[in-house]
């Protein structure tokens, strides 16, 4: 049975990673699994937009456990926007690591206290895969900011990126 991360109103934006991570853990495998055969031919199809597909299955929980707990993860959406597993915009997001056989796409949300809209932080989800075949090298990984500007957001994206080259 795939258990749903559960939020508290009261959380850290560090906690908040911490209980998204262990969700993430327990199930990104066996979703990957069950939807290995049909997302590969989607690959073959459409390409990365198959890693959407992954996405669409394996995020929703986190942003619905999040809304329940009284955070909102999305910002307005823009006529144009393209968003992936309901809460990931694909123009907060960026890609520059890795070889074609493990890439690395970093998406940032700023997460806040719906009643107060009172950022919190902001919550990376790393997503390493592959251009060449469907193929997820390892499990997605949230990363927890307490930035909540785009600058410092990209500021924090690079030096999580700089640590994991050492």
């Given at each position: 049975?795939i258990?749903?991360?559960v939020?508290?109103?009261?959380m ?6 911490e209980?998204g991570?262990q ?9 990957y ?8 031919i ?23 456990g999040?809304?329940?707990?009284g955070?909102?993860a ?9 968003v ?10 960026l890609e520059k690591?890795?070889t074609?056989?493990n890439?690395?796409?970093?998406f940032w ?7 107060s ?19 997820l090298p390892?499990a997605?990984?949230l990363?927890?900011l307490k ?7 990209a ?6 990126k ?5």
């Amino acid at each position: 049975m795939i258990m749903k991360p559960v939020f508290r109103s009261d959380m850290t934006i560090e906690e908040i990673g911490e209980v998204g991570n262990q969700y993430i853990e327990s199930t990104w495998k066996p979703l990957y699994n069950s939807l290995y055969d049909r997302l590969t031919i989607a690959f073959s199809e459409i390409g990365d937009a198959a890693y959407g597909q992954y996405l669409d299955q394996l995020m929703p929980a986190i942003s619905d456990g999040l809304e329940d707990a009284g955070f909102e993860a999305t910002e307005p959406i823009k006529e144009h926007d393209f968003v992936i597993g309901k809460c990931l915009l694909f123009r907060n997001s960026l890609e520059k690591w890795g070889t074609e056989e493990n890439r690395s796409r970093i998406f940032w949300n700023v997460i806040r206290r719906k009643e107060s809209q009172q950022p919190i932080g902001t919550l990376l989800t790393e997503i390493p895969h592959s251009h060449l075949k469907f193929e997820l090298p390892s499990a997605p990984v949230l990363y927890s900011l307490k930035e909540h500007e785009r600058k410092q957001i990209a500021q924090g994206i690079r030096q999580i990126k700089q640590r994991e080259s050492w």
